[in-house]
């Protein structure tokens, strides 16, 4: 790795070493990379994204080997349907549900599993009701790197499924409350030396961040106003803010954007805790949302998120369930079918556009963060057309849908 790689605390500014095991500090903040000389880091030609913004990773090199082909994934202009149905004239879509495992978790699974080759790791963990569990299983498969993932006892069979058939260890552990459970196994790493990655660590932030310099190449090195992310561990959500502030840093563009941070509304802790104007987020427990992605209650590190808000003036926008639905079906109905936890941004600037906190004429990115054939269970809210019929009842059918529309 290049010499110097440090981590940092991201609101107390204490220094710890790159290889710490331990994802967050020692009082709980989330912790960030920092790659020394990114002031004169260069874009590179290569293949791989990860070649071209090698002077932007903490790694002094990626290999081929333990990649599955995450990312160059589609950054297109949102069609009519979703322009009128928000009011945003400049919307786009960033269909991160083109990722190898079917979601943006692939991004960070692949800077993680860089860290533990590096590191001559042969096992590491995460926690995780789904996405996390299944990219991080397929990435270890694939760089020969055992992975245990800890479920907790809700978690839906299916899920425990696609980490299993990549051959990952399952505990599936009875616990009430899921952040305590997270927080107990969490404190486990460092005894055990095992690297327990979670949602919002360091080092898969900046895999994360290289969303943002493919963004930053898709848009012909134009920065969009807004990018609304729907957020829970909150690693999302500042790994994109990274890779912008240090495109920035390196001269390559004169702004950043600001980030959306977007809530189910029955558990929004971080939502409410900005629209409140409070410094540390209000903790969520025992809420029940469509949007299962996005249930970190009380995410470790969270205050970071709020801390930025502030700072950088970054709308939240909390989600209604019913809300919630319509949004996937209206994505749906212009071709994109997601989990309702990416849907939620959808309405969010819908909602901030028709309160004036967004102008109409602002470009704004809405990332699709995973792809709804992961819940087909949520498919029970929505009623599809199907006419039953026998084989000599085909004929009258079809003319009557030709004739008075579907
Ligand atoms: C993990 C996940 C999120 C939330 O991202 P965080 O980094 O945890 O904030 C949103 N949508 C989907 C589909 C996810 O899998």
């Keep these: 790795m290049p010499n110097k790689v440090k981590l940092i605390s991201t609101l107390s500014g204490h220094e710890y070493q790159f290889e710490r095991i331990e994802e967050f500090s020692d009082n709980g903040e989330s912790l960030e990379v920092k790659v020394p000389g990114i002031e004169s880091a260069k874009i590179r030609k290569g293949r791989y994204l990860w070649e071209r913004y090698i002077d932007f990773l903490p790694f002094s090199n990626i290999d081929e080997s333990i990649s599955l082909g995450e990312g160059n994934t589609s950054l297109m202009k949102a069609g009519r349907k979703l322009i009128d149905f928000t009011g945003l004239e400049n919307l786009y879509l960033k269909n991160e549900t083109q990722n190898p495992t079917l979601s943006f978790k692939d991004r960070g699974s692949l800077a993680c599993i860089a860290m533990s080759k590096e590191m001559r790791e042969s096992v590491t963990a995460t926690i995780s009701t789904g996405n996390m569990g299944n990219s991080v299983s397929a990435y270890g498969a694939k760089a020969g790197i055992n992975v245990i993932v800890f479920v907790p006892h809700f978690c839906p069979k299916e899920k425990i499924m696609a980490m299993?058939?990549?051959?990952?260890?399952?505990?599936?552990?009875?616990?009430?409350?899921?952040?305590?459970?997270?927080?107990?196994?969490?404190?486990?790493?460092?005894?055990?030396?095992?690297?327990?990655?979670?949602?919002?660590?360091?080092?898969?932030?900046?895999?994360?961040?290289?969303?943002?310099?493919?963004?930053?190449?898709?848009?012909?090195?134009?920065?969009?106003?807004?990018?609304?992310?729907?957020?829970?561990?909150?690693?999302?959500?500042?790994?994109?803010?990274?890779?912008?502030?240090e495109l920035r840093q390196a001269g390559f563009s004169g702004r950043v954007p600001k980030m959306i941070v977007v809530q189910a509304k029955n558990n929004s802790p971080i939502v409410s805790a900005i629209k409140q104007g409070k410094k540390n987020i209000i903790p969520f427990s025992n809420f029940h949302t469509v949007a299962e992605a996005i249930t970190s209650g009380n995410p470790m590190g969270g205050d970071e998120i709020i801390d930025k808000a502030y700072k950088y003036g970054w709308p939240a926008e909390d989600v209604a369930e019913d809300e919630i639905i319509e949004a996937q079906k209206r994505l749906a109905g212009s071709g994109y079918f997601v989990e309702p936890s990416s849907a939620t941004c959808l309405y969010a600037v819908k909602k901030l556009k028709e309160s004036g906190k967004i102008d109409a004429k602002a470009s704004v990115v809405i990332i699709l963060t995973g792809s709804g054939f992961k819940d087909p269970g949520v498919l029970k809210y929505h009623k599809g057309n199907v006419k039953k019929m026998n084989l000599n009842g085909v004929e009258r059918a079809l003319q009557k849908v030709l004739t008075f529309g579907v």
């Excluded at 005894?191 to 900046?206: H, M, Q």
């Excluded at 493919?214 to 729907?230: H, L, N, T």
């Design 164 to 245: 299993g058939i990549h051959g990952a260890v399952v505990m599936k552990i009875k616990a009430p409350d899921y952040s305590e459970m997270k927080k107990h196994i969490l404190g486990l790493a460092e005894k055990f030396n095992l690297r327990i990655v979670s949602g919002n660590g360091p080092v898969r932030a900046e895999g994360y961040k290289m969303t943002s310099f493919e963004m930053f190449e898709q848009m012909d090195g134009d920065v969009p106003d807004y990018i609304a992310v729907p957020t829970s561990a909150c690693g999302h959500v500042r790994g994109l803010f990274k890779g912008y502030t």
